[in-house]
C-alpha cells in the first residue's frame, strides 16, 4: 500500500507539472497578475500559481506552494522537497531520513526511549526510582543482602554467599561454619538452644550445663560425660562422684580408688577400700568389731572395766559332803570345801563324770548288799536312800521280779551318831 500511495502521488506531481507548465504558457500569452503574489511559484496568468519543482499548491486557489516530501515526514515537518525537520523532542532516525524518532537524555539504559524523555522498559527490567531514563533488574522476591544485577539473578553483598533454596536469597557466611549454631552475620554465629559460645572465637558453639560438671565433660545440653574414675551421681545434679572398686567399706570414696575411713575406723593394711573398726587401746584377746567395741575370742570375757580388755572365763563350783536326813535328803551345810576355777567345759565334763560315777558306785553298792545279810536297822539315812533308788532300779527292769510291797523294805531306821557313822 505505501508503494501505491508513492506512485499515486508521483502522478499527481507529474500533473501539477503540467497544468503549471500549461498556466506559465497562458501567462505569457495573457500575462494576468495573481493577487496575491505566489510563494515558492509563479503567477501562471490566470490568477492562480504556479509552484516551483518540489512544491506543491495548497488550497484554496493554490496561491500558496508548499514543499512537497513524497514519502512523508513521520514526528517531523516537511520544510523542504524531501526534507523534513523533526519536532521538538525528536532526532533524526539514522536509517530513514524522512523520519523521526523520540530523543531521551540521557539515552534509554535496558528499555526504549518512546517518547521525549520517556523510557519503556525491557522485559525484566523496572524504572529506576531515580528517573534518570534508566531501567534496572527486577528480581522477585526482591534480592536479600544482595543486588539485583539481572533479572531474577542476585549479586551477595561481601560477607554473604547464595541461599541454596534459589529464592533471590542471599545468607551470611562464616567460616568455619557455626558448630551447634546459626549464622547469622558473617562471621558471626548465634548458637542454638542449650549451647554457648566457644571461648576459643572460631565460630563454634559447645554445649551448656547447668550447675557445670563436676569431674566430667559437657557432652550436651545439662548432660555431662564423667572423667575416667568417675561417675555420674545418683542425685542428677551434674556432678561425677569418685568411683572405687570394690565400694568403701566403712568409709567415703574421696577420689579415684582412694577411700577417706570413717570416724573411729582406720585404713585396712590389705588396701582393699576397706576401712576396719579402729580400738584404742587395742583389745586384748578379741577382735574390734566396732569402734572402740571389742568382741572377746573364745573362753574369755569381757573386762568389766571396759578397756578393751578381754579376761578369762570362770566358774566357781563348791564341792560338799551331805547331810542327809529324811526330811532334807541333799544338803550342803555339813561340811565346805575349797573352791576350784576350773573352764566351763571341763565342768560339764566332769560333772557328766561324776554323775555317772556316782550311779555306778550305787548300783555296786546294792550288789553287795544283795549278797549279805540285810542290816536290821539303817545305819543312815544315806542307806536309806540307797535302797530306795535300788528298789527303783530293779522295779524297771524287765526280767526282775516285782519288788516287796512297801511296807516291807520301808522300815524307819535306826540312826546311829553321826559321830560313830563317821569313824565305822
Known amino acids: 500500500m505505501g508503494v501505491a500511495m508513492i506512485l499515486l502521488v508521483l502522478l499527481l506531481h507529474t500533473w501539477h507539472t503540467n497544468v503549471s507548465a500549461c498556466n506559465q504558457q497562458s501567462h505569457r500569452d495573457n500575462?494576468?497578475?495573481?493577487?496575491?503574489?505566489?510563494?515558492?511559484?509563479?503567477?501562471?496568468?490566470?490568477?492562480?500559481?504556479?509552484?516551483?519543482?518540489?512544491?506543491?499548491?495548497?488550497a484554496p486557489l493554490n496561491q500558496i506552494c508548499e514543499p512537497f516530501c513524497p514519502v512523508g515526514c513521520i514526528n517531523s515537518k516537511c520544510i523542504a522537497p524531501d526534507t523534513c525537520s523533526c519536532d521538538p523532542g525528536y532526532a533524526k532516525d539514522p536509517t530513514v531520513s524522512?523520519?523521526?524518532?523520540?530523543?531521551?537524555?540521557?539515552?534509554?539504559?535496558n528499555g526504549e526511549c518512546v517518547s521525549p524523555n520517556v523510557c519503556s522498559c525491557d522485559s525484566g527490567y523496572t524504572e529506576?526510582?531515580?528517573?534518570?531514563?534508566?531501567?534496572?533488574?527486577?528480581?522477585?522476591?526482591p534480592c536479600l543482602n544482595g543486588e539485583c544485577v539481572s533479572p531474577n539473578v542476585c549479586s551477595?553483598?561481601?560477607g554473604y554467599t547464595e541461599d541454596p533454596t534459589g529464592r533471590n536469597r542471599c545468607i551470611p557466611s562464616c567460616s568455619p561454619p557455626c558448630l551447634n549454631g546459626e549464622c547469622v552475620s558473617p562471621n558471626v554465629c548465634s548458637c542454638d538452644s542449650g549451647y554457648t559460645e566457644d571461648p576459643t572465637g572460631r565460630n563454634r558453639c559447645i554445649p551448656s550445663c547447668s550447675p557445670p560438671c563436676l569431674n566430667g565433660e559437657c557432652v550436651s545440653p545439662n548432660v555431662c560425660s564423667c572423667d575416667s574414675g568417675y561417675t555420674e551421681d545418683p542425685t542428677g545434679r551434674n556432678r561425677c562422684i569418685p568411683s572405687c572398686s570394690p565400694p568403701c567399706l566403712n568409709g567415703e570414696c574421696v577420689?579415684?580408688?582412694?577411700?577417706?575411713?570413717?570416724?573411729?575406723?582406720t585404713e585396712d593394711p590389705t588396701g582393699?577400700?576397706?576401712?576396719?573398726?579402729?580400738c584404742s587401746p587395742p583389745c586384748l584377746n578379741g577382735e574390734c568389731v566396732s569402734p572402740n567395741v571389742c568382741s572377746c575370742d573364745s573362753g574369755y570375757t569381757e573386762d568389766p572395766t571396759g578397756r578393751t580388755r578381754c579376761v578369762p572365763s570362770s566358774s566357781r563350783v563348791s564341792v560338799a559332803d551331805f547331810n542327809i536326813s529324811t526330811q532334807s535328803p541333799i544338803t550342803a551345810a555339813a561340811v565346805n570345801t575349797p573352791t576350784v576355777s576350773i573352764p566351763l567345759w571341763l565342768i560339764l565334763v566332769l560333772t557328766v563324770a561324776a554323775a555317772g560315777a556316782l550311779i555306778g558306785g550305787l548300783l555296786y553298792y546294792r550288789h553287795r548288799r544283795r549278797h549279805t545279810a540285810p542290816p536290821l536297822v539303817a545305819e543312815t539315812e544315806l542307806d536309806a536312800e540307797f535302797s530306795l533308788l535300788d528298789r527303783t532300779i530293779q522295779y524297771q527292769k524287765p526280767h526282775t521280779e516285782p519288788p516287796p510291797p512297801y511296807k516291807e523294805w520301808e522300815q524307819k531306821p535306826k540312826f546311829v551318831s553321826h559321830h560313830k557313822r563317821l569313824t565305822m
Do not use: E, K, Q, W
Not at 34 to 58: E, K, L, M, R, W
Not at 128 to 141: L, V
Not at 272 to 278: G, L
Open 98 to 109: 524522512t523520519r523521526c524518532i523520540p530523543s531521551c537524555s540521557p539515552p534509554c539504559l
Open 156 to 158: 551477595c553483598d561481601s
Open 272 to 278: 582393699r577400700n576397706r576401712c576396719i573398726p579402729s
Open 31 to 58: 500575462r494576468v497578475p495573481c493577487p496575491p503574489a505566489c510563494v515558492n511559484g509563479f503567477c501562471n496568468g490566470h490568477g492562480s500559481c504556479t509552484c516551483s519543482t518540489g512544491y506543491i499548491g495548497a
Open 255 to 265: 577420689s579415684p580408688n582412694v577411700c577417706s575411713c570413717d570416724s573411729g575406723y
Open 128 to 141: 529506576d526510582p531515580t528517573g534518570r531514563n534508566r531501567c534496572i533488574p527486577s528480581c522477585s522476591p
